[in-house]
């Protein structure tokens, strides 16, 4: 006899019935905090705590006061966050820095434009005379600059000098001639790379940052030695010294041109590399006498640049400092910034 597998009738469950009853506790809501002085840091001072109304945010109804609500949303997202008053204020003070800011900006950029405005204030005859000089400076005369008078800038001051622009005064630099000679040296330098066969992009580049490396150093040593002799000239002495400093890329144009045509290592290419040196170096002498040398007492009306004494140095011994720191510039310094403008033109700094 075998027995069933399953039972027939499967007994019904009963879930269990708990003997007492349970407990459950009641919540009651702390008691509320001391007396503070600031009302707002205190919920149970706020009349609308005990109905707080939800608001609808990106992600569900949330209790303003729940862990859960985002601290970035404003309370007064539902109305106009454009007329809240401290958003306004906001607004205000960014619109006043901006417009601060920008006319900083544009006066400073004012400034240097006015600055540097009259030094390409030349004309054709001035280019054409200002070559002539630099090509054959021995014979010129004189050497002074023009400088004319205007009222002072406080009320009831003394007149002010200043020197006439190129346009008008033939010594005076400018900065038309130096940029000029800068672009076309460059240019003329990768021109005599590309004949050659050795031209690469780079070349560009590499020419341009020696000749700028070039005038920074000669900068460098007259701001130096201006500071070191006392010599204060502002702003404008800096921008005639960039200009004196560009002029000496018109002769190495030359120097290049004729060397390439007689040949670079024969001796009449060395006879004029000295001339143009010298050429250079002499009118450089004689221009930077009167931002170098200062007149002692600047009555003649020539010197505008301030000549500041130094104390327990005779006069005598101060201007010939400053004669043998203008013959090293024009001479020692010219010569070397020579030799690295024109050698190695034409033969570039790598193959093809």
Do not use: C
Not at 175 to 180: A, F, G, R, V
């Amino acid at each position: 006899m075998q027995r069933p597998m399953y039972p027939a009738k499967t007994p019904p469950l009963h879930h269990p019935v708990p003997q007492k009853p349970v407990q459950v506790p009641v919540m009651h809501s702390p008691p509320p905090p001391p007396s503070s002085s600031n009302s707002y840091n205190s919920p149970y001072d706020n009349p609308s705590y005990s109905q707080p109304s939800t608001r609808s945010i990106p992600g569900g109804n949330l209790h303003p006061q729940s862990a859960a609500y985002p601290s970035w949303v404003p309370q007064n997202m539902n109305g106009n966050f454009f007329s809240d008053p401290a958003a306004q204020m906001g607004f205000s003070v960014a619109n006043a820095a901006m417009s601060r800011g920008t006319d900083m900006a544009e006066k400073n950029l004012n400034r240097y434009i006015s600055a540097l405005k009259p030094y390409f204030a030349v004309t054709n005859t001035y280019v054409l005379r200002k070559l002539r000089i630099l090509l054959f400076p021995f014979p010129h005369t004189p050497w002074f600059r023009t400088s004319t008078t205007r009222p002072s800038s406080t009320p009831g001051g003394p007149l002010e000098y200043s020197y006439l622009p190129p346009s008008e005064d033939v010594n005076a630099p400018d900065h038309y001639i130096p940029l000029m000679s800068f672009v076309t040296y460059i240019l003329f330098n990768s021109l005599l790379t590309g004949i050659s066969g050795n031209f690469h992009p780079e070349q560009l580049a590499q020419t341009a940052t020696t000749a700028f490396v070039i005038v920074f150093f000669e900068l460098a040593i007259l701001k130096m030695g201006s500071y070191l002799l006392n010599i204060n000239g502002g702003e404008g002495q800096f921008l005639d010294l960039l200009g004196y400093s560009g002029y000496k890329f018109f002769g190495a144009i030359l120097m290049i041109l004729i060397g390439e045509v007689m040949g670079m290592n024969s001796w009449l290419a060395w006879a004029v590399f000295m001339y143009f040196f010298a050429a250079n170096a002499f009118f450089l002498l004689r221009s930077l006498k009167y931002v170098l040398l200062p007149s002692e007492n600047g009555q003649d009306g020539r010197d505008v640049y301030t000549n500041t004494s130094s104390a327990g140095v005779p006069r005598g011994q101060r201007r010939k400092r400053r004669t043998w720191f203008l013959f090293f510039y024009s001479y020692v310094v010219q010569f070397i910034s020579a030799l690295i403008l024109t050698s190695n033109v034409g033969k570039g700094s790598g193959t093809k």
